[in-house]
């Protein structure tokens, strides 16, 4: 049975001298330029009789590509992460030594492990899209064009040496090394796991197809060049000052052909600004400036969004809202004073182990109660000559002054003021 590289060979020998080109030097390897799409283009134009063909073509190989060469009889093992550059908010400096088994990484939340990984998964092979944001940190070292790259070290048993990475770019080295993280996690439980098998050699054919139709459309940008009707002379040459467009205002059939034509030949220097000029389009034309531009207005958003937050800020620290945290400070210092001053720890003297307890506070408020029940012609409980209202002996200076101040204890209830003047700066606070 015929292999496929066979099958493909068969067929491209039938073909037109240009895909068969096309063939040879996608086998080759090589990334195709320019150059070579205009010379495949020009061979097609041969092929069908609109060029002119070359007294001789140089011939074309279709020697198809062997088997890759065998893995290492060991396999390579990464060894060390180093010299981050613009990775997230990792520090400069830091990396990572892997042991010969297996290598823990632990941290807190923020701590960078995740960063990291990114890494890894950019230089090696992982599903799911991972973003890896540059270093905020230093603002005014700030480089927008700037990169994130990482140097990482492998030995495969036979050798050692370290591969340059940079965002966005893969290593080849790394393509075995499979990266499983948060990211990946999710995309191979909730996406499809599509496997795919190539025989040897039809991969050629993919590539061909790319080519071809790169080729093909150049063909059509020539077609449409080469029937696009020519703009009026006279709206080029509105003027009419210049040599060129006097010449070309006086048109008639009495005009010197050989004159136009001469006039039509640039002198060196036109010919430079002329090359000056088409290299300058090139250069804006690979700009991107609408992704450019989407890029800069997202970094407006978040800028934007960080200018309210810090104005928030600054309102919650404005000298009024410092003014109020202070004003509950004093009236909660007040309080507690107070609460000292008349609290139930004055009364702790008396020998009673329950003083300042719910008990004890609501036998005073109902000794309070009966008292204003007993009052005597408007004259307030106690006074000289009253007696206890429960043992009904004859109150001393010492009780009254006792049982005063148990009246304003319970009346003024200073340790609820304070409690609440407390309450108040822990809502503040929080």
């Not at 010299?83 to 990572?96: P, S, T, Y």
């Not at 007040?334 to 009673?352: S, V």
């Not at 200076?397 to 108040?424: C, G």
Request: hydrophobic residues 40%; negative net charge.
């Amino acid at each position: 049975m015929a292999s496929a590289t066979d099958l493909i060979l068969t067929w491209i020998r039938g073909r037109p001298y240009w895909e068969r080109a096309a063939l040879a030097k996608v086998i080759s390897g090589t990334p195709l330029q320019e150059s070579d799409y205009q010379e495949l283009l020009t061979y097609m134009l041969q092929d069908v009789g609109l060029a002119d063909k070359t007294a001789q073509r140089p011939p074309v190989s279709l020697a198809m590509p062997q088997a890759s060469p065998a893995r290492p009889s060991k396999p390579p093992k990464i060894t060390r992460l180093y010299d981050l550059r613009d990775v997230n908010a990792l520090a400069h400096g830091q990396e990572i030594q892997f042991g010969p088994q297996i290598t823990a990484i632990y941290g807190g939340n923020a701590s960078g492990k995740s960063g990291y990984a990114r890494v890894l998964a950019g230089a090696a092979f992982a599903r799911g899209e991972r973003e890896i944001l540059q270093d905020l940190s230093s603002w005014l070292d700030f480089d927008p064009e700037s990169r994130a790259s990482a140097s990482i070290d492998i030995e495969d048993g036979e050798s050692q040496r370290s591969l340059s990475w940079q965002d966005g770019i893969s290593c080849p080295e790394l393509r075995h090394f499979h990266v499983y993280d948060a990211t990946s996690v999710e995309v191979h439980l909730t996406q499809e796991n599509n496997l795919a098998f190539v025989p040897a050699g039809l991969s050629c054919l993919t590539q061909l197809a790319k080519v071809t139709d790169e080729v093909r459309n150049l063909l059509r940008n020539l077609i449409e060049d080469r029937t696009r009707k020519p703009p009026e002379l006279a709206l080029l040459f509105q003027d009419g000052e210049s040599e060129v467009g006097r010449a070309v205002a006086d048109i008639s059939a009495d005009t010197d052909i050989r004159q136009l034509k001469a006039l039509a030949v640039l002198t060196t220097e036109e010919e430079r600004s002329a090359e000056r000029l088409r290299e300058e389009v090139k250069r804006l034309d690979a700009l991107d400036v609408s992704g450019r531009v989407a890029e800069l207005g997202t970094q407006i958003e978040d800028v934007s969004n960080l200018v309210g937050r810090v104005r928030d800020i600054e309102a919650e620290l404005s000298d009024d809202r410092m003014q109020e945290i202070d004003s509950l400070i004093d009236d909660l210092c007040r309080c507690r004073t107070e609460a000292e001053k008349i609290g139930a720890g004055q009364f702790r003297r008396t020998g009673l182990k329950t003083v300042g307890s719910n008990t004890w506070q609501q036998f005073i408020k109902h000794a309070k109660s009966l008292a204003d029940a007993e009052v005597v012609d408007g004259e307030p409980y106690p006074h000289e000559g009253d007696h206890c209202l429960l043992c009904r002996q004859l109150l001393s200076t010492q009780a009254i002054d006792l049982i005063e101040r148990l009246w304003r204890f319970v009346e003024r209830d200073a340790p609820a003021r304070a409690a609440a003047a407390l309450a108040a700066c822990t809502k503040r606070k929080q």
